[in-house]
DNA sequence: TAACCGTACTATAACGTTTTAGCGGTTATA
DNA sequence: TATAACCGCTAAAACGTTATAGTACGGTTA
């Protein structure tokens, strides 16, 4: 049941494991293989339909033509659709994805990383968790094309593709500002990485912007680590427990629906008693009623840069940083136009 | 910049590389490895943090540790949620998972199926598409253990992880006529695969049980590869084209989000002037408004199974073949509710 | 005619691991 | 006293590639 090999081939056509590989390799004129023999080895290859042995090839060459694709969660929606973009372009290039879900957590993401590390993948798309610099570093200083995505360290260089969370959560606010909502709540994670920062931050500036003073009783951050009804929980909380609120910002398409969900529970009624704007777009957003306002990120395009930045380092790795920073989209829906 | 290898490890013990490959996999007593040299390997083994290369590993074993999961779409979310518990399940088995979509097209299906096949992947989860059997059973064949999801070939042995279609449509269309409902359409896919077949006989016949008389006018089969718009189009067509229409089971989860994204922009009301029922459960289903009724598939089961049963055939292939059928379960919610 | 050159290949080593066969020495068995 | 068995370990081959160095041979040059 084994495969064919070069060597099945060589025997076939009377000559060298060698001058096959070298003709399969497309080096038949570099090293001056006659096209006689040349033809012959490529029939002969078609026929017994010769597919190299990527394992082997891996370890001579040291190239897997595999890369490491770490995720927080493939389940979720925003993270599936990406894989899915990842792994339309990386097949573009003759490359396969190993994926892996972090959960958020680091210890998670280091045992990902390891495996990935010593199953000789050649470059990595990775959503980077907390603490996960120092590996990451060492990765690159180990020759290791690596990409981020989502999230990065600003205080690291590395290659990134991210949205401007700044601008995006500017605009969201300020959305809900010139529909005449004053009350403006948001809710976020109690993550302190730098897309979280700048979504808050834009959320702030956008308020101050306005005239209307921040005001922390306003900001509600949730850990990452709840369930569905702990997160249905504490938002319920949160909104009753705040006077005179009439609108909120999400920061995560996963705080956003359950937003929707705690907000229906008690019986609001979203755009006129509440509007919501939500981060990140999503079918349900879509079909939600009244459907949901979102800034959305354009995730083909997140995934096209990924991969074709990854592409470039492993062809000829440069000094320079690529770093990507996609603009988001505005969707006006119905639920922040009713106050 | 290269790893630690099994040589690095015997130089500085001062052994043969053979004896370290013994004592890190085990063997030590089999093989008669003192213990002194033995604890001796294990140390330098962990002070050096070593890792055995899984390429060079599987090119002499030829087990690669690596299993392919081929779905229809990753980015839909029934799948991505099946690949994640896919990932955590063969994780526990320090199993990778390499993945490919198929779109629902054979010629990519069999493309993927050769690529994972040269890169020597273990075993298989394949979600098959129309006509893939030829190409399984070759693989087959060849030893490589395959466990088929979602649907199979009626025709061909394979195991199989599925979930009990028939009654799951039954249910779902007894249900209806429970409550009420007694002109029952269904929109299903074109798809003359089992599963399919399978939940248009189930819907038949709880008709016929009823006393209700079948009637083609009320089946209508949608081809896969439409885009959002083509979907509502012809959903909308069907619907407003069939007098007396008053409940509608839709045969799929995508099917079900154009089927309630088509009936609100004719403006009608889920429940009241039309019940609803989708196949598979989804966020959406949950968070409409109403919310929809649904035949739920057990997705953490399926996983196990498929990953569990893949997992005996690695170990010990046997020659029955393991075929699972799960059961599905019917939530009602108020889409189905208020006639 | 010896030195050199180009052509068309090939032998060999190497990548990192696992496996098979075996080696030199001691001890038990017939 | 010959030999079989055991002990603790190792040499070498193999998995399927690719890269380097080299070879044999006919032709050209000086």
């Given amino acids: ?114 495996v990935l590390k010593y199953r000789q993948v050649d470059g990595y798309i990775i959503t980077p968790t907390k603490n996960l610099d120092k590996e990451i570093e060492q990765l690159q200083g180990a020759g290791k094309p690596i990409v981020l995505m989502d999230r990065y360290f600003p205080q690291m260089p590395s ?11 500017y605009t969201a606010t300020e959305h809900l500002v010139k529909q005449g909502y004053s009350k ?39 850990p990452f680590d709840l369930d569905r009804e702990g997160f249905n929980n504490e938002i319920k909380k949160f909104l009753t427990a705040t006077k005179g609120l009439d609108a909120v910002f ?30 990140d777009d999503h079918d349900i957003f879509r079909l939600h009623s009244p459907a949901i306002t979102c800034v959305a990120q354009p995730l083909r395009e997140i995934g096209e840069n990924l991969v074709s930045i990854l592409m470039k380092e492993l062809n000829q790795p440069t000094t320079t940083m690529q770093q990507v920073v996609l603009p988001l989209e505005l969707i006006i829906r119905p639920s922040s136009l009713h106050k």
């Fill in 1 to 114: 049941m084994k495969g064919i090999s070069i060597k099945d081939i060589a025997k076939q056509a009377g000559v060298s494991p060698t001058t096959v590989s070298f003709v399969l390799n497309g080096k038949a004129k570099e090293k001056r293989i006659s096209d006689q023999v040349s033809k012959k080895i490529q029939k002969i290859a078609g026929k017994l339909k010769y597919k190299p042995n990527q394992l082997a090839r891996g370890l001579r060459t040291g190239k897997t033509k595999t890369i490491g694709l770490i995720v927080e969660d493939i389940a979720n929606n925003f993270f599936a659709t990406l894989a899915k973009v990842v792994e339309d372009e990386a097949d573009k290039y003759g490359y396969k994805v190993l994926y892996g879900s972090t959960e958020d957590n680091t210890e998670k993401a280091k045992g990902l990383l390891e």
């Fill in 159 to 169: 290659h990134y593709v991210v949205v401007d969370n700044y601008k995006g959560a």
């Fill in 184 to 222: 403006i709540a948001i809710v976020t994670t109690t993550s302190d990485q730098v897309q979280m920062k700048d979504r808050l931050q834009g959320y702030n500036d956008a308020l101050k912007a306005a005239g209307i003073t921040t005001n922390k009783a306003l900001v509600k951050k949730l």
């Fill in 250 to 279: 999400f920061a995560t398409n996963y705080l956003g629906i359950y937003g929707i969900e705690s907000i229906r529970s008690l019986g609001w009624t979203i755009g006129a008693d509440i509007g919501v704007v939500s981060f």
